[in-house]
Nanobody, 123 residues
Framework: QVQLVESGGGLVQAGGSLSLSCAASGRTFSRYYMGWFRQAPGKERDFVAGITGSGATPYYADSVKGRFTISRDNAKNIVFLQMNSLKPEDTAVYYC????????????????WGQGTQVTVSS
């Protein structure tokens, strides 16, 4: 079992920045593929970004490409999501997720989830 806890959410003006963190428990964190997802009220949970165990290969949804950066610190069991140039449409609950499997963008492919952290971007 892997436990994930997100932090760093909050309220920010459009054009501003936030940095999210996901702290993981477990002895094999570096072997997991990590992802960030987000879900707005009444909408599906959508893929935002993913990163391989080594941190060498990040993946991004088109909607956030060029604005968000995913990274990880395997020595500290933490994955980050740096969010810049935020837009009101980025408003959602952001979830950290982990899978022992392959690269994926489907929520159903991830075995472990945090409880989420709210990000609100005002216009």
């Amino acid at each position: 079992q892997v436990q994930l806890v997100e932090s760093g959410g909050g309220l920010v003006q459009a054009g501003g920045s936030l940095s999210l963190s996901c702290a993981a428990s477990g002895r094999t964190f570096s072997r997991y593929y990590m992802g960030w997802f987000r879900q707005a009220p009444g909408k599906e949970r959508d893929f935002v970004a993913g990163i391989t165990g080594s941190g060498a290969t990040p993946y991004y949804a088109d909607s956030v490409k060029g604005r968000f950066t995913i990274s990880r610190d395997n020595a500290k069991n933490i994955v980050f999501l740096q969010m810049n140039s935020l837009k009101p449409e980025d408003t959602a609950v952001y979830y950290c997720a982990a899978t022992w499997g392959r690269t994926a963008t489907r929520a159903a492919a991830f075995e472990y989830w945090g409880q989420g952290t709210q990000v609100t971007v005002s216009s």
